[in-house]
């Protein structure tokens, strides 16, 4: 079972950047790093708290959240990603998407793509006739991922190390310690330190293609040689595949340390 979220893992965007700027709304990483500083909302929730409570984005309705989806940019490939995962070497995957972003717009993003009873993402309750958001029904977000993923393995009857989590960013760093403990693959897409120091592998590549080449290795056990063969049969070509390990170090000045050469 491959799960995946959304926002700047799927997609290029992040959805509320987008979204403000469909609303004409401006300072929207300043109030969502308000947010994220006094620990009010679960990490990942904050837009979700914004459409509830912010004055200016109480304004947004289920028809904006859809043009937001068809106006997000996906990453290349996704189409052909679900495709290739119906069946790998005997391996059936199942591929789901969870996210905090709205449902609405992941639905929109991704339709024709992903089915809509594979998507996962904050869900609102609408007034009847305003078709303004009067309550939040359940957001994906922190330990409420965990919980999706949780589910989803349970109704498909997946062993836990069969379950694949792939992330970006800060939303994502209590599902993937869940993952790793139970023996699952987690990957992360972004440069994150907080994902890159958890996930297992990390894979940097603007085509949703490349986090089959850790599942390819990790679960299915292949080869570079049978990766590539892989691609190439599906008409890709892996043309640039580097393996790097990174050590990030900051080296500052000593104080009150003895001086160079030995000890005084």
Sequence with gaps: MLVSDFDQTLSFNDSGIVLSELMGI???????????????VQQGGELAYLLLHDPE??????????????????????????????????????????SAAPREVIQSAL??????????????????????????????????KVAVVDELRATKSV??????????????????P?????????????????????????????DALSVLVPVLEEIVGWNATQVRALFEVHG??????????????TICPATNSAPAGGLS
């Design 111 to 144: 339709e024709g793509i992903v089915p809509e009873d594979h998507i996962f993402g904050t869900r609102f309750r609408y007034h009847g006739e305003t078709g303004e958001i009067e309550s939040i029904a359940r957001v994906p977000a922190g330990y409420g």
């Design 236 to 249: 890709f070509m892996l043309r640039e595949w580097d393996k790097v390990r990174t050590d990030s170090i």
């Design 178 to 206: 869940h993952v790793n403990r139970l023996d699952g693959l987690t990957i992360a897409v972004s440069e994150n330190k907080y994902t890159t120091q958890i996930a297992r592998r990390t894979i940097l590549s603007d």
């Design 57 to 98: 984005y109480r304004r947004v309705r289920r028809e904006h959240l859809s043009e937001v989806g068809k106006r997000v940019r996906l990453k290349n490939n996704i189409r052909a990603r679900s495709s290739m995962l119906g069946n790998l070497s005997g391996h059936r995957f199942w591929f789901y998407v969870v």
């Design 26 to 40: 401006q300072g929207f990483h300043e109030r969502i790093a308000g947010l994220a500083a006094s620990h009010l």
């Design 159 to 176: 062993g836990h190390d069969r379950v694949v989590y792939v992330g970006d960013g800060s939303s994502d760093v209590h599902v993937m």
